[in-house]
Protein backbone atom coordinates (compact mmCIF):
# COMPACT_ATOMS: atom_id res chain seq x y z
CA UNK A 1 0.00 0.00 0.00
CA UNK A 2 0.99 3.18 -0.87
CA UNK A 3 1.91 5.66 1.88
CA UNK A 4 4.02 8.14 0.94
CA UNK A 5 3.64 11.82 -1.00
CA UNK A 6 6.81 12.08 -3.22
CA UNK A 7 8.55 15.62 -3.79
CA UNK A 8 11.26 15.46 -6.29
CA UNK A 9 12.92 18.56 -6.16
CA UNK A 10 12.04 22.44 -7.01
CA UNK A 11 10.04 23.09 -9.73
CA UNK A 12 12.05 25.54 -12.03
CA UNK A 13 9.44 26.96 -12.89
CA UNK A 14 10.45 30.90 -13.28
CA UNK A 15 13.50 31.66 -14.95
CA UNK A 16 15.55 34.42 -14.27
CA UNK A 17 14.75 37.37 -15.62
CA UNK A 18 15.34 38.93 -18.33
CA UNK A 19 19.08 41.65 -18.73
CA UNK A 20 17.14 43.63 -21.85
CA UNK A 21 18.63 46.55 -22.68
CA UNK A 22 16.74 49.53 -21.19
CA UNK A 23 16.94 51.53 -24.31
CA UNK A 24 16.25 48.51 -26.56
CA UNK A 25 14.24 49.99 -29.55
CA UNK A 26 13.72 53.15 -27.84
CA UNK A 27 14.83 56.62 -28.91
CA UNK A 28 16.13 58.90 -26.25
CA UNK A 29 13.52 62.14 -26.34
CA UNK A 30 11.85 63.58 -23.78
CA UNK A 31 8.51 62.00 -24.61
CA UNK A 32 9.68 58.58 -23.60
CA UNK A 33 11.64 59.40 -20.57
CA UNK A 34 9.01 58.75 -18.32
CA UNK A 35 8.26 55.01 -20.18
CA UNK A 36 12.10 54.52 -19.81
CA UNK A 37 11.75 54.75 -16.00
CA UNK A 38 9.13 52.88 -15.77
CA UNK A 39 10.48 50.14 -17.69
CA UNK A 40 13.91 50.42 -15.41
CA UNK A 41 11.63 49.94 -12.56
CA UNK A 42 10.09 47.26 -14.05
CA UNK A 43 13.45 45.09 -14.79
CA UNK A 44 14.97 46.20 -11.17
CA UNK A 45 14.78 42.90 -9.31
CA UNK A 46 15.50 44.93 -6.19
CA UNK A 47 12.72 46.78 -6.28
CA UNK A 48 9.39 45.62 -4.46
CA UNK A 49 7.10 43.49 -6.30
CA UNK A 50 4.40 46.11 -5.88
CA UNK A 51 6.45 48.81 -7.49
CA UNK A 52 7.89 46.62 -10.35
CA UNK A 53 4.33 45.40 -11.52
CA UNK A 54 3.21 49.38 -11.17
CA UNK A 55 6.54 50.34 -13.44
CA UNK A 56 6.06 47.48 -15.87
CA UNK A 57 2.08 48.66 -16.50
CA UNK A 58 3.19 52.12 -16.92
CA UNK A 59 5.45 51.57 -19.34
CA UNK A 60 3.28 49.02 -20.90
CA UNK A 61 0.28 51.81 -20.96
CA UNK A 62 2.56 54.54 -22.13
CA UNK A 63 3.65 52.76 -25.42
CA UNK A 64 5.77 54.04 -27.81
CA UNK A 65 8.21 50.87 -27.15
CA UNK A 66 9.41 48.83 -29.87
CA UNK A 67 7.63 45.66 -30.27
CA UNK A 68 10.26 43.51 -29.01
CA UNK A 69 11.24 45.20 -25.85
CA UNK A 70 7.61 45.71 -24.87
CA UNK A 71 7.19 41.65 -24.76
CA UNK A 72 10.25 41.68 -22.30
CA UNK A 73 8.61 44.53 -19.79
CA UNK A 74 5.25 41.95 -20.63
CA UNK A 75 7.58 38.95 -19.71
CA UNK A 76 9.26 40.64 -16.87
CA UNK A 77 5.70 41.82 -15.27
CA UNK A 78 4.36 37.92 -16.08
CA UNK A 79 7.71 36.85 -13.73
CA UNK A 80 6.65 39.06 -10.76
CA UNK A 81 3.45 37.73 -11.00
CA UNK A 82 4.16 34.68 -11.46
CA UNK A 83 6.32 35.01 -7.89
CA UNK A 84 3.34 36.44 -6.54
CA UNK A 85 0.66 33.48 -6.83
CA UNK A 86 -0.78 35.39 -9.47
CA UNK A 87 -0.69 32.34 -11.97
CA UNK A 88 -3.84 33.47 -14.33
CA UNK A 89 -2.22 37.09 -14.88
CA UNK A 90 1.18 35.77 -15.60
CA UNK A 91 0.13 32.86 -17.91
CA UNK A 92 -1.59 36.11 -19.71
CA UNK A 93 1.38 37.96 -19.78
CA UNK A 94 3.32 35.11 -21.12
CA UNK A 95 0.92 34.66 -24.01
CA UNK A 96 1.08 38.64 -24.87
CA UNK A 97 4.88 38.22 -24.79
CA UNK A 98 5.18 35.69 -27.01
CA UNK A 99 2.49 37.15 -29.60
CA UNK A 100 4.37 40.60 -29.69
CA UNK A 101 7.51 38.46 -29.92
CA UNK A 102 7.17 35.12 -30.70
CA UNK A 103 11.07 33.96 -31.23
CA UNK A 104 11.11 34.12 -27.07
CA UNK A 105 12.36 31.00 -25.58
CA UNK A 106 11.85 31.79 -22.15
CA UNK A 107 8.43 33.39 -22.10
CA UNK A 108 7.52 29.40 -23.92
CA UNK A 109 9.40 27.83 -21.09
CA UNK A 110 7.43 30.28 -18.42
CA UNK A 111 4.00 29.79 -19.94
CA UNK A 112 4.94 25.42 -20.30
CA UNK A 113 5.64 25.40 -16.82
CA UNK A 114 2.15 26.94 -15.97
CA UNK A 115 0.80 24.31 -18.42
CA UNK A 116 2.91 21.45 -16.79
CA UNK A 117 1.03 22.81 -13.19
CA UNK A 118 -1.87 23.01 -14.40
CA UNK A 119 -1.36 18.94 -15.84
CA UNK A 120 -2.18 20.37 -19.52
CA UNK A 121 1.36 17.85 -20.03
CA UNK A 122 0.80 17.73 -23.82
CA UNK A 123 0.94 21.92 -24.49
CA UNK A 124 3.74 21.96 -21.53
CA UNK A 125 5.48 19.60 -23.80
CA UNK A 126 4.57 21.78 -26.91
CA UNK A 127 6.16 24.91 -25.21
CA UNK A 128 9.18 23.61 -24.19
CA UNK A 129 10.11 21.77 -27.61
CA UNK A 130 9.38 25.21 -28.89
CA UNK A 131 11.62 27.19 -26.75
CA UNK A 132 14.50 24.59 -27.52
CA UNK A 133 14.26 24.81 -31.20
CA UNK A 134 14.79 28.58 -30.78
CA UNK A 135 17.59 27.56 -28.23
CA UNK A 136 19.15 24.13 -28.48
CA UNK A 137 20.96 25.11 -25.20
CA UNK A 138 18.59 26.16 -22.82
CA UNK A 139 18.77 23.99 -19.59
CA UNK A 140 15.33 25.33 -18.06
CA UNK A 141 13.50 24.07 -21.00
CA UNK A 142 15.48 20.31 -20.80
CA UNK A 143 14.56 20.46 -17.19
CA UNK A 144 11.10 21.54 -17.19
CA UNK A 145 10.24 18.88 -20.15
CA UNK A 146 11.98 16.37 -18.21
CA UNK A 147 9.30 17.27 -15.14
CA UNK A 148 6.73 17.32 -18.17
CA UNK A 149 7.63 14.01 -18.94
CA UNK A 150 8.23 12.68 -15.50
CA UNK A 151 4.31 13.52 -14.57
CA UNK A 152 3.11 11.80 -18.06
CA UNK A 153 4.95 8.61 -16.52
CA UNK A 154 7.92 8.81 -19.38
CA UNK A 155 10.74 8.00 -17.14
CA UNK A 156 13.06 7.56 -19.86
CA UNK A 157 12.64 10.31 -21.92
CA UNK A 158 12.69 12.24 -18.86
CA UNK A 159 15.73 11.09 -17.29
CA UNK A 160 17.10 11.82 -21.22
CA UNK A 161 16.30 15.90 -20.48
CA UNK A 162 17.69 15.68 -17.00
CA UNK A 163 20.96 14.24 -18.39
CA UNK A 164 20.95 17.22 -21.23
CA UNK A 165 20.17 20.08 -18.20
CA UNK A 166 23.10 18.58 -16.56
CA UNK A 167 25.39 18.64 -19.39
CA UNK A 168 24.64 21.78 -20.09
CA UNK A 169 23.93 23.41 -16.20
CA UNK A 170 26.69 21.29 -14.50
CA UNK A 171 26.45 23.52 -11.91
CA UNK A 172 23.03 24.03 -11.03
CA UNK A 173 21.84 21.43 -8.02
CA UNK A 174 18.03 21.59 -8.94
CA UNK A 175 19.49 19.43 -12.68
CA UNK A 176 21.04 17.11 -10.16
CA UNK A 177 17.93 16.83 -7.66
CA UNK A 178 15.84 16.19 -10.58
CA UNK A 179 17.51 13.57 -12.19
CA UNK A 180 18.05 11.85 -8.81
CA UNK A 181 14.20 11.88 -8.51
CA UNK A 182 13.57 10.35 -11.62
CA UNK A 183 16.45 7.67 -10.92
CA UNK A 184 14.62 6.79 -7.51
CA UNK A 185 11.67 5.87 -9.29
CA UNK A 186 13.21 3.39 -11.77
CA UNK A 187 14.37 1.79 -8.74
CA UNK A 188 18.47 2.89 -9.11
CA UNK A 189 18.90 3.92 -5.40
CA UNK A 190 22.28 4.12 -5.87
CA UNK A 191 22.35 6.81 -9.07
CA UNK A 192 19.49 9.03 -7.25
CA UNK A 193 21.71 9.04 -4.14
CA UNK A 194 24.72 9.85 -5.93
CA UNK A 195 22.60 12.82 -7.84
CA UNK A 196 21.26 13.91 -4.27
CA UNK A 197 24.69 13.91 -3.38
CA UNK A 198 25.74 16.66 -5.57
CA UNK A 199 23.13 18.36 -5.20
CA UNK A 200 23.64 18.75 -1.65
CA UNK A 201 27.39 19.37 -2.63
CA UNK A 202 26.47 22.46 -4.59
CA UNK A 203 23.71 23.95 -2.48
CA UNK A 204 23.87 22.75 1.17
CA UNK A 205 21.22 25.38 2.06
CA UNK A 206 18.43 23.69 0.00
CA UNK A 207 15.87 21.11 1.97
CA UNK A 208 14.92 19.47 -1.17
CA UNK A 209 17.95 17.94 -1.79
CA UNK A 210 18.41 16.64 1.70
CA UNK A 211 14.64 15.29 1.57
CA UNK A 212 14.75 13.38 -1.63
CA UNK A 213 18.14 11.88 -0.38
CA UNK A 214 15.80 10.63 2.46
CA UNK A 215 13.80 8.76 0.45
CA UNK A 216 16.13 7.19 -1.51
CA UNK A 217 17.99 5.87 1.51
CA UNK A 218 13.94 5.14 3.20
CA UNK A 219 13.95 3.00 -0.30
CA UNK A 220 16.95 1.71 0.80
CA UNK A 221 15.71 0.50 4.06
CA UNK A 222 18.44 2.80 5.42
CA UNK A 223 16.22 4.64 7.62
CA UNK A 224 18.42 6.17 10.10
CA UNK A 225 20.35 7.41 7.39
CA UNK A 226 16.66 8.31 6.10
CA UNK A 227 15.64 10.13 9.59
CA UNK A 228 19.26 12.05 9.27
CA UNK A 229 18.32 13.68 6.35
CA UNK A 230 14.59 14.56 6.89
CA UNK A 231 16.30 16.02 9.81
CA UNK A 232 18.32 18.16 7.88
CA UNK A 233 15.91 19.09 5.61
CA UNK A 234 13.62 20.47 8.59
CA UNK A 235 16.56 22.35 10.00
CA UNK A 236 16.46 24.44 6.57
CA UNK A 237 12.74 24.60 5.97
CA UNK A 238 11.20 23.97 9.31
CA UNK A 239 7.52 24.29 7.86
CA UNK A 240 7.83 21.95 4.97
CA UNK A 241 4.69 19.64 5.52
CA UNK A 242 5.90 17.09 2.80
CA UNK A 243 8.94 16.46 5.05
CA UNK A 244 7.35 16.06 7.96
CA UNK A 245 5.27 13.61 6.27
CA UNK A 246 8.10 11.16 5.10
CA UNK A 247 9.80 11.40 8.20
CA UNK A 248 6.53 9.85 9.71
CA UNK A 249 6.41 7.16 7.06
CA UNK A 250 10.00 6.54 8.28
CA UNK A 251 9.23 6.15 11.55
CA UNK A 252 6.53 4.02 10.68
CA UNK A 253 8.61 1.43 9.18
CA UNK A 254 10.51 1.11 11.61
CA UNK A 255 7.73 0.94 14.06
CA UNK A 256 8.57 3.89 15.92
CA UNK A 257 4.59 5.14 16.35
CA UNK A 258 4.57 7.72 18.37
CA UNK A 259 7.31 9.37 16.65
CA UNK A 260 5.44 9.06 13.24
CA UNK A 261 2.17 10.31 14.81
CA UNK A 262 3.62 13.36 15.61
CA UNK A 263 4.91 14.00 12.41
CA UNK A 264 1.41 13.71 10.95
CA UNK A 265 -0.06 15.48 13.10
CA UNK A 266 2.68 18.61 11.98
CA UNK A 267 1.77 17.96 8.82
CA UNK A 268 -1.50 18.40 9.29
CA UNK A 269 -1.34 21.42 11.34
CA UNK A 270 0.92 22.94 8.84
CA UNK A 271 -1.17 21.92 6.15
CA UNK A 272 -4.82 20.89 7.06
CA UNK A 273 -5.65 20.08 3.31
CA UNK A 274 -2.68 17.51 3.35
CA UNK A 275 -4.45 13.97 2.29
CA UNK A 276 -2.06 12.28 2.17
CA UNK A 277 -1.10 13.04 5.43
CA UNK A 278 -4.63 12.06 6.86
CA UNK A 279 -3.87 8.71 5.28
CA UNK A 280 -0.74 7.97 6.71
CA UNK A 281 -1.82 9.03 10.36
CA UNK A 282 -4.82 6.92 9.84
CA UNK A 283 -2.20 4.00 9.11
CA UNK A 284 -0.64 4.63 12.06
CA UNK A 285 -3.62 4.85 13.94
CA UNK A 286 -4.92 1.65 12.76
CA UNK A 287 -1.00 0.01 14.29
CA UNK A 288 -2.19 1.41 17.44
CA UNK A 289 -5.90 -0.28 17.58
CA UNK A 290 -7.54 3.11 17.53
CA UNK A 291 -9.75 2.11 14.60
CA UNK A 292 -12.33 4.36 14.78
CA UNK A 293 -9.35 7.60 14.88
CA UNK A 294 -8.06 5.82 11.58
CA UNK A 295 -11.78 5.78 9.91
CA UNK A 296 -11.94 9.16 10.94
CA UNK A 297 -8.63 10.25 8.89
CA UNK A 298 -9.55 8.11 5.70
CA UNK A 299 -13.02 9.86 5.69
CA UNK A 300 -10.99 13.42 5.67
CA UNK A 301 -8.23 11.97 3.26
CA UNK A 302 -11.29 10.96 0.82
CA UNK A 303 -13.28 14.13 1.48
CA UNK A 304 -9.70 16.12 0.68
CA UNK A 305 -9.36 14.02 -2.14
CA UNK A 306 -12.40 12.26 -3.18
CA UNK A 307 -10.28 10.10 -5.94
CA UNK A 308 -7.92 8.66 -3.63
CA UNK A 309 -7.75 4.85 -4.27
CA UNK A 310 -5.45 4.57 -1.58
CA UNK A 311 -7.58 6.10 0.96
CA UNK A 312 -10.39 3.44 -0.24
CA UNK A 313 -8.24 0.75 -0.28
CA UNK A 314 -6.91 1.54 3.29
CA UNK A 315 -10.65 2.11 4.67
CA UNK A 316 -11.69 -1.09 3.27
CA UNK A 317 -8.79 -2.83 5.49
CA UNK A 318 -10.08 -1.37 8.59
CA UNK A 319 -13.57 -2.58 8.13
CA UNK A 320 -12.26 -5.80 6.88
CA UNK A 321 -10.20 -5.80 10.57
CA UNK A 322 -14.23 -4.34 11.89
CA UNK A 323 -15.82 -7.10 10.10
CA UNK A 324 -17.85 -4.74 8.27
CA UNK A 325 -17.61 -6.53 5.36
CA UNK A 326 -20.38 -4.56 3.05
CA UNK A 327 -18.28 -1.17 3.82
CA UNK A 328 -15.24 -2.96 2.85
CA UNK A 329 -16.38 -4.72 -0.29
CA UNK A 330 -17.53 -1.03 -1.06
CA UNK A 331 -14.38 0.41 -0.61
CA UNK A 332 -11.92 -2.17 -2.36
CA UNK A 333 -14.50 -1.90 -5.36
CA UNK A 334 -14.53 1.98 -5.60
CA UNK A 335 -10.95 1.90 -4.81
CA UNK A 336 -10.58 -0.75 -8.32
CA UNK A 337 -12.70 1.40 -10.19
CA UNK A 338 -10.51 4.77 -9.38
CA UNK A 339 -7.04 2.77 -9.90
CA UNK A 340 -8.21 -0.13 -12.34
CA UNK A 341 -4.25 -1.48 -11.79
CA UNK A 342 -4.73 -1.51 -7.70
CA UNK A 343 -2.88 -4.55 -7.08
CA UNK A 344 -3.37 -4.46 -3.26
CA UNK A 345 -7.11 -3.34 -3.76
CA UNK A 346 -7.42 -6.77 -5.51
CA UNK A 347 -5.71 -9.02 -2.69
CA UNK A 348 -8.01 -7.23 -0.18
CA UNK A 349 -10.83 -7.94 -2.15
CA UNK A 350 -9.47 -11.34 -3.11
CA UNK A 351 -9.03 -11.54 1.26
CA UNK A 352 -12.58 -10.69 1.80
CA UNK A 353 -14.11 -12.90 -0.03
CA UNK A 354 -11.91 -15.76 0.91
CA UNK A 355 -12.50 -15.30 4.59
CA UNK A 356 -16.79 -15.38 3.21
CA UNK A 357 -15.94 -19.19 1.68
CA UNK A 358 -16.48 -17.58 -1.29
CA UNK A 359 -13.36 -19.36 -2.85
CA UNK A 360 -14.08 -18.99 -6.29
CA UNK A 361 -14.13 -15.48 -6.37
CA UNK A 362 -11.41 -15.08 -4.12
CA UNK A 363 -9.14 -16.93 -6.75
CA UNK A 364 -9.97 -14.75 -9.36
CA UNK A 365 -9.17 -11.88 -7.11
CA UNK A 366 -5.53 -13.51 -6.31
CA UNK A 367 -4.87 -13.89 -10.35
CA UNK A 368 -5.51 -10.32 -11.18
CA UNK A 369 -3.51 -8.72 -8.42
CA UNK A 370 -0.76 -11.54 -9.59
CA UNK A 371 -0.64 -10.52 -13.00
CA UNK A 372 -0.39 -6.93 -12.03
CA UNK A 373 2.11 -7.87 -9.49
CA UNK A 374 3.79 -10.94 -9.34
CA UNK A 375 5.92 -10.75 -6.14
CA UNK A 376 2.44 -10.27 -3.79
CA UNK A 377 4.04 -12.66 -1.34
CA UNK A 378 0.20 -12.04 0.25
CA UNK A 379 -1.93 -12.72 -2.99
CA UNK A 380 0.43 -16.13 -3.29
CA UNK A 381 0.26 -17.53 0.60
CA UNK A 382 -3.56 -16.88 0.07
CA UNK A 383 -4.10 -18.05 -3.51
CA UNK A 384 -1.98 -21.18 -1.95
CA UNK A 385 -4.59 -21.87 0.93
CA UNK A 386 -6.95 -22.07 -1.48
CA UNK A 387 -5.44 -24.65 -3.83
CA UNK A 388 -4.75 -26.63 -0.65
CA UNK A 389 -8.05 -26.49 0.43
CA UNK A 390 -9.03 -27.77 -2.73
CA UNK A 391 -6.71 -30.34 -3.24
CA UNK A 392 -4.75 -28.68 -5.91
CA UNK A 393 -1.65 -30.28 -4.24
CA UNK A 394 0.78 -29.16 -6.32
CA UNK A 395 -0.20 -25.55 -7.41
CA UNK A 396 -0.74 -25.18 -3.08
CA UNK A 397 3.30 -26.19 -3.18
CA UNK A 398 4.38 -24.01 -5.99
CA UNK A 399 2.52 -20.49 -5.14
CA UNK A 400 3.83 -21.03 -1.14
CA UNK A 401 7.16 -21.79 -2.50
CA UNK A 402 6.96 -18.13 -3.87
CA UNK A 403 5.29 -16.76 -1.24
CA UNK A 404 7.93 -17.87 1.42
CA UNK A 405 10.91 -16.78 -1.09
CA UNK A 406 9.64 -12.81 -1.10
CA UNK A 407 8.67 -13.18 2.41
CA UNK A 408 10.47 -15.95 4.67
CA UNK A 409 9.03 -14.68 7.81
CA UNK A 410 5.84 -15.99 7.37
CA UNK A 411 5.01 -19.36 9.38
CA UNK A 412 1.55 -19.77 8.08
CA UNK A 413 2.65 -19.87 4.83
CA UNK A 414 5.36 -22.75 5.76
CA UNK A 415 2.19 -24.43 7.77
CA UNK A 416 0.09 -24.60 4.53
CA UNK A 417 3.10 -25.62 2.51
CA UNK A 418 3.72 -28.34 5.01
CA UNK A 419 0.08 -29.32 4.74
CA UNK A 420 0.46 -29.45 0.84
CA UNK A 421 3.44 -31.48 1.07
CA UNK A 422 1.96 -34.05 3.74
CA UNK A 423 -0.83 -34.78 1.13
CA UNK A 424 1.62 -35.43 -1.17
CA UNK A 425 2.95 -38.11 0.81
CA UNK A 426 6.22 -35.97 1.11
CA UNK A 427 6.04 -36.15 4.73
CA UNK A 428 10.27 -35.29 5.44
CA UNK A 429 9.83 -32.30 3.09
CA UNK A 430 6.50 -31.55 5.31
CA UNK A 431 8.53 -31.85 8.86
CA UNK A 432 11.17 -29.58 7.84
CA UNK A 433 8.24 -26.85 6.89
CA UNK A 434 6.52 -27.36 10.26
CA UNK A 435 9.93 -27.02 12.05
CA UNK A 436 10.57 -23.43 10.49
CA UNK A 437 7.06 -22.60 11.31
CA UNK A 438 7.87 -23.12 14.75
CA UNK A 439 11.21 -21.60 14.89
CA UNK A 440 9.37 -18.34 13.71
CA UNK A 441 5.72 -18.90 15.94
CA UNK A 442 7.22 -21.23 18.82
CA UNK A 443 3.34 -21.29 19.52
CA UNK A 444 1.88 -22.11 16.78
CA UNK A 445 -0.46 -24.99 17.43
CA UNK A 446 -1.86 -26.08 14.50
CA UNK A 447 2.48 -26.63 13.26
CA UNK A 448 2.66 -28.89 16.18
CA UNK A 449 -0.45 -30.87 15.31
CA UNK A 450 0.15 -31.35 11.83
CA UNK A 451 3.88 -32.17 12.38
CA UNK A 452 2.46 -34.61 14.68
CA UNK A 453 0.45 -36.49 11.90
CA UNK A 454 3.62 -36.45 9.37
CA UNK A 455 5.67 -37.93 12.17
CA UNK A 456 3.43 -40.64 12.69
CA UNK A 457 3.44 -41.05 9.26
CA UNK A 458 7.06 -41.37 8.60
CA UNK A 459 6.99 -43.66 11.73
CA UNK A 460 8.05 -41.79 14.78
CA UNK A 461 5.20 -42.34 16.97
CA UNK A 462 6.48 -40.92 19.58
CA UNK A 463 7.29 -37.82 18.40
CA UNK A 464 4.58 -37.44 16.95
CA UNK A 465 2.51 -37.89 20.13
CA UNK A 466 4.66 -35.41 21.95
CA UNK A 467 3.45 -32.99 19.15
CA UNK A 468 0.11 -33.43 19.33
CA UNK A 469 0.12 -33.33 22.98
CA UNK A 470 1.85 -29.75 22.70
CA UNK A 471 -0.84 -28.84 20.31
CA UNK A 472 -3.49 -29.57 22.55
CA UNK A 473 -1.95 -27.36 25.39
CA UNK A 474 -1.53 -24.89 23.61
CA UNK A 475 -5.44 -24.62 22.43
CA UNK A 476 -7.44 -26.35 24.34
CA UNK A 477 -10.31 -25.82 21.52
CA UNK A 478 -8.15 -28.41 19.44
CA UNK A 479 -8.38 -30.81 22.24
CA UNK A 480 -12.12 -31.26 22.50
CA UNK A 481 -12.14 -31.27 18.52
CA UNK A 482 -9.95 -33.93 18.50
CA UNK A 483 -11.82 -35.62 21.01
CA UNK A 484 -15.15 -35.61 18.95
CA UNK A 485 -12.96 -36.58 15.96
CA UNK A 486 -11.15 -39.81 17.82
CA UNK A 487 -14.76 -40.57 19.06
CA UNK A 488 -16.26 -41.01 15.84
CA UNK A 489 -13.30 -43.21 14.56
CA UNK A 490 -13.81 -45.62 17.08
CA UNK A 491 -10.62 -44.72 18.58
CA UNK A 492 -12.31 -44.43 21.96
CA UNK A 493 -13.81 -41.35 23.99
CA UNK A 494 -12.21 -38.85 26.77
CA UNK A 495 -10.93 -39.42 29.88
CA UNK A 496 -12.87 -38.62 32.87
CA UNK A 497 -12.02 -35.19 32.93
CA UNK A 498 -13.00 -34.60 29.21
CA UNK A 499 -9.36 -34.31 28.39
CA UNK A 500 -7.96 -36.46 25.12
CA UNK A 501 -7.49 -39.98 25.47
CA UNK A 502 -3.24 -40.44 25.15
CA UNK A 503 -4.32 -43.87 24.49
CA UNK A 504 -6.55 -43.18 21.53
CA UNK A 505 -4.29 -40.59 20.36
CA UNK A 506 -1.44 -43.32 20.41
CA UNK A 507 -4.07 -45.83 18.46
CA UNK A 508 -4.48 -43.83 15.63
CA UNK A 509 -0.85 -42.58 15.20
CA UNK A 510 0.12 -45.94 15.07
CA UNK A 511 -2.78 -46.38 12.26
CA UNK A 512 -0.77 -43.80 9.92
CA UNK A 513 -3.09 -40.65 11.49
CA UNK A 514 -5.46 -41.00 8.92
CA UNK A 515 -7.36 -37.94 7.95
CA UNK A 516 -10.21 -36.96 10.52
Not at 114 to 143: C, V
Not at 218 to 226: L, S
Not at 464 to 490: F, T, Y
Amino acid sequence: MAFRRTRYGGSIGTVPIVAAALLFGVAATAATAAPREDASTCLDGSRSARDRIDGCSRAIDAGGLAQDFQAKVIYNRGLVYLIQGQVDRAFADFNEAIRLHPPFPEAYVNRGSIHRQRGSLDRAIGDFDQALALDPENAEAYANRGLAYQQKGELDRALADFDQAVALAPKDPAAYNNRGGVHRLKGDIERAIGDFNKAVTLDPSKADAYNNRGLAYHDAGDHDRAITDFDAALKRAPRDAATYNNRGNTYRVMLKYERARADFDAAIALDDSFAAAFNNRANVRRKQGDLKGALADYDRAIDLQPTYAVAYDNRGITYYILRRDEEALRDYNTAIRLKPDFADAYTNRGLLYHRSGRLDEALVEYDKALKLNPDDSLALASRGGIHLNKGAYEAAVRDLDRATALRPINPNAYVNRGNAQRALGRNEAAIADYNVALEQAPRLGNAFFNRGIAQARSGNVEAGLKDIEQAVALNPNAGSWLVGQLARRGYGTAGSDGAVSGAAVRAWLEDGAPDL
